[in-house]
């Protein structure tokens, strides 16, 4: 049986929490062409949603994620 999807009321501490992993990520894509964005509805303020930051990087060049893993 699938788990039952849990939406939460906005916490304003999200965009802080986005910005901590959005830090995490900026140093391994450092010198990059990456974008690092809070997307989902965690990003929407005002919004409930479920209390999950989703975070997606965008990079010209496939290449360029490839070389860092």
């Not at 409930?48 to 010209?60: E, F, N, S, W, Y």
């Amino acid at each position: 049986m699938p788990e039952p999807v849990i939406v939460v009321s906005y916490d304003p501490d999200w965009p802080r929490r986005f910005d901590q992993e959005s830090a995490v990520r900026g140093t391994v894509f450092a010198g990059s062409d990456a974008a690092i964005e809070h997307v989902g509805s965690t990003a929407v303020p005002g919004l409930g949603a479920k209390p999950v930051i989703d975070v997606m990087v965008g990079l010209l060049h496939l290449a360029e994620a490839e070389s860092r893993y």
